[in-house]
Structures are given as C-alpha cells and as structure tokens.
C-alpha cells in the first residue's frame, strides 16, 4: 500500500478525538510530502538535525513533534519553531527548555514521558519522581514552558495484556496528575501513547495522540529497539 493509503486506512480506524503523530524519523522528504498531500500535518522527528533540515525543506504549515531524547544543548536549534516536546523526563531538562523559550518569547509545549515499560532502556519519570518535582512548584517558575500531559512507551512484546497494563498505568498517572496538579489547567489534556504495533490497545487504553511510522512510511533500516 502507498503511504497516502496507509494514512487513509489508519485514520479511518481510530477516533475523531485521537491525533495520529506521522513518525518520519530516517525518512526523506518526498516521504513527507506525499502524506503532506493527503492531508496529514503533524510529523513527528527524533534528532535534532534532521528535524531541523526537514523543517527548513518543507511546507511551514507542517507542525513538528520532536519524540526522541533531547540533549540541553541542542534545544535552541528547534525552539523556535517545535510544536511539541514529547520526551521530558527531568527537572534540567524542563529548566532548559524554560531558558531557550525565555530568550525567544516562546511557550513551548511538552509532555512528561513516563517509564512504563519493563525494559531498563527506556527513559522517563516514575510517577513519584513526578510528584515530586511537580511539589517543589517548580512550573509557577516555568513560564516559557506549557505540559500539555504524558508520554510513554509501552514493553516490545507480544503480551496484549502486559501491553494494556502498562499503557493503563500511564493514564492513571495521567488523572492522578491531573486531579492534584493541573485541575484548572485545559492545556493539560494529552496522553500521547501507542506506535504502529500497539496503538489499537493504547486508543482502547484512552490514549488522545498516537506516533505511527512503520505502519505509514514502510520499515526504518535500522533495528527499532
Ligand atoms: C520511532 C518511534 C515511534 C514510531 O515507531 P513505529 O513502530 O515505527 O510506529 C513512536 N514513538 C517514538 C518515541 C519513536 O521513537
């Protein structure tokens, strides 16, 4: 199937609410502009010099998330223009994202990313790693800085049920998070969960933004994991 086709049939099987993140990570251009043209808007990159230079080559009205782990020192490079931030996972991260909107009169948007998953490899919070940060009121500080919610991974497995369970810690964090630290705040809304293998149990989990990139642009050449 062409990636237009894989993008019409993803979108015609998940709900209006939940936002389909087109993951073109190692993909080139012309890639990009063929979901481009069937409508698809929001793409989302894991390094910072390829989101950069991508940024640069294709349509302004494209909105691009930036998923992977990102390094202090390259933030400024994306500050200007990233819709959203999915993988915060620490105080100096948070601080420095801060600094770089401050110096360019920007709000950028971010997701907390939670550590769900078995594996040791993967990055994020614990929910009590949370809390605590959270506690020190370290956002009233952070105005160039909006959470938008959380982001996580679930385990690679062919356990469904594992899968379900951690996708279902994620968004009880989520509500947790929610009740007690962002109750009067809309901006909090997001639970960004679910890739091309496992997004039907993350939409079933209440995930609102789905990263999809294999079951779109085709297989990456490099292991995913
Ligand atoms: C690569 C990547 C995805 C997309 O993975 P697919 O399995 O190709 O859909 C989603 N989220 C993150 C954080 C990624 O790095």
Same mark, same amino acid.
């Given at each position: ?37 069937? @409508?698809?808007? #929001?793409?989302?990159?894991? %390094? ?7 940024? *640069? $080559?294709?349509? /302004? ?39 770089? @909107?401050?110096? #360019?009169?920007?709000?950028? %948007? ?7 998953? *078995? $594996?040791?490899? /993967? ?47 994620? %968004? ?54």
């Amino acid at each position: 199937m062409s990636i237009s086709e894989n993008i019409e049939s993803i979108k015609s099987n998940i709900p209006q609410h939940v936002t389909l993140v087109a993951v073109s990570k190692t993909k080139p251009n012309s890639s990009i502009q063929e979901a481009y043209e069937c @409508g698809q808007r #929001i793409f989302g990159e894991n %390094k910072v010099q390829e989101l950069t230079k991508k940024y *640069e $080559e294709l349509p /302004k009205d494209i909105e691009w998330h930036y998923i992977g782990h990102l390094q202090s020192n390259k933030i400024k490079f994306i500050a200007p223009f990233v819709s959203l931030i999915h993988g915060v996972d620490s105080e100096k991260l948070l601080k420095a994202i801060n600094k770089e @909107g401050r110096k #360019i009169d920007r709000k950028i %948007k971010c997701l907390l990313q939670f550590h769900i998953a *078995e $594996e040791s490899t /993967k990055f994020g919070l614990s929910a009590e790693e949370a809390e605590t940060l959270l506690n020190t009121g370290i956002l009233n500080e952070l105005k160039n800085i909006e959470i938008c919610g959380v982001m996580g991974m679930a385990t690679y497995t062919d356990d469904k049920t594992q899968v379900a369970n951690e996708f279902k810690t994620l %968004k009880n964090i989520f509500v947790t998070l929610k009740i007690k630290y962002f109750a009067n705040d809309n901006s909090f809304s997001e639970i960004s969960m679910g890739m091309s293998g496992d997004y039907p149990i993350a939409i079933e989990q209440g995930s609102t933004m789905i990263r999809v990139g294999s079951s779109i642009f085709g297989e990456r050449n490099y292991a995913k994991h």
